[in-house]
């Protein structure tokens, strides 16, 4: 449905670009965690710089995606905002990236599905190609193995610098640390680079890092359900009916990754009926799959209890199996479906008429999947 119209406040857009642009230094400080170095006198050079590396990329490829939905609109002759970016104030948080992206407002309602097409692959499309630049500049200008000294700790990381040896995959460290997901895409692009961080570390490098979040931001995007991108992709590709199937079948899949991910975390507790702990366990477990199914069918019972019934039986199994199988677990997705029934929703709005796109079209739709295959992750940041 068509949005009020209201005036552009400029303002505001240049408001919130300037607290993201703060926000994210911020965090581009705080991550890649220099403080040895920035700790000498000069050493607020080097924590603006690298905050400046990390913002810069990051709002280089959310300007991109956003304004390729822009002029994508503005083709089409719909009347669209200028992006709004959205800063994170959780600078306390650990992990805190500085932002919740950006989005625009699309003030008139898109009357057919070509135009909705084209301004919701516009996006993604652009996007992935200003990430894709971000991080082959991360890669070109790595630095050597003696970044890792202006960190505090890294005591065993900088053990192996010592030594000369290469980092293992796996964190040598005896304390959990934060997991950068691969995705098929960055490993395609860093296998044979020398020197290259392991996913534990590389969210220290600004560039590289900001390269990777394009990467996931694109995937996220590309979530073939509701309003986001990949949903208007979907729906101006197969229609309202398998829309709404495929969209479901994709949330079901989130959510056995969801329910595998809860069941590794709570521990062996889960492993037998027999423990209270355990009866208290399944029935959050359960409580959790029902509150999403029984939105996701609509408030159809049956449909629910089969579903539930059978993500129960398959999180049971994976336990049971253990690796590999439970490492395609993330618990994570309870919150993007949070955010899928509550807010973005299951089900396409629809247009005033469907019309069947160009063969162009429908293998730029086919491409865009490929786009999210290359760039998802089953577990993009996790601690391990």
């Known amino acids: 449905m068509p949005v009020s119209h209201v005036a ?10 300037v607290a993201t642009l703060g926000s994210t230094i911020y965090a581009g400080v705080d991550l890649s965690g220099r403080w040895i170095y920035y700790a000498r006198p000069d050493g607020w050079i080097a924590a603006v710089g ?3 590396r990390y913002s810069l990329s990051l709002l280089f ?7 390729g939905h822009y002029f994508a609109a503005r083709f089409h002759s719909v009347r669209v905002t ?4 959205i800063p994170s104030p959780f600078f306390f948080v650990p992990f805190n990236i500085g932002t919740f992206g950006a989005v625009i407002r699309i003030r008139d309602q898109v009357p057919n599905s070509r135009k909705l097409f084209d301004i919701g692959i516009a996006g993604p499309i652009a996007g992935f190609v200003a990430a894709v630049v971000v991080l082959l500049v991360g890669i070109a200008t790595l630095p050597d193995a003696g970044y890792y000294l202006d960190m505090p700790g890294h005591n065993e990381v900088k053990d192996l610098i010592f030594r000369g040896e290469q980092l293992p995959a796996r964190s040598p460290t005896e304390y959990p640390v934060p997991y950068i997901g691969m995705t098929p895409l960055f490993w395609l ?6 020197d290259m961080p392991p996913m534990y570390e590389i969210y220290h490098f600004p560039i590289l890092f900001a390269g990777w979040l394009g990467l996931f931001f694109t995937a996220l995007n590309l979530l073939p359900v509701g309003q986001l991108d990949g949903g208007h992709i979907l729906f101006s590709l197969v229609g309202r009916v398998w829309h709404g199937r495929l969209a479901r079948a994709f949330i079901i899949m989130l959510l056995a990754s969801a329910s595998i991910g809860f069941a590794i975390e709570m521990g062996p507790t889960l492993e037998s009926y027999m423990v209270y702990g355990s009866l208290v366990n399944w029935i959050i477990l359960s409580g959790l799959l029902f509150f999403f199914l029984n939105r996701i069918f609509d408030r159809d019972l049956k449909l629910t209890a089969l579903a539930l019934a059978a993500l129960m039986l398959l999180t049971v199994l994976a336990v049971r199996l253990g690796a590999p199988v439970t490492d395609l677990g993330y618990s994570g997705w309870f919150f993007w479906c949070a955010l899928i029934v509550l807010f973005i929703k299951v089900d396409h709005p629809p ?10 079209r429908r293998w730029l739709g086919i491409l865009s999947f490929v786009i999210f295959a290359l760039c998802f992750s089953v577990r993009p940041i996790y601690v391990g």
């Open 351 to 360: 247009v005033l008429y469907h019309e069947p796109l160009t063969r162009g």
């Open 8 to 17: 552009d406040r400029y303002w505001l857009h240049a408001l919130l670009f």
């Open 61 to 67: 490829f959310l300007t991109v995606h956003e304004f």
């Open 50 to 52: 690298d905050g400046l």
């Open 189 to 194: 692009l860093t296998a044979a680079v020398p």
């Open 82 to 85: 200028l992006p709004f970016y």
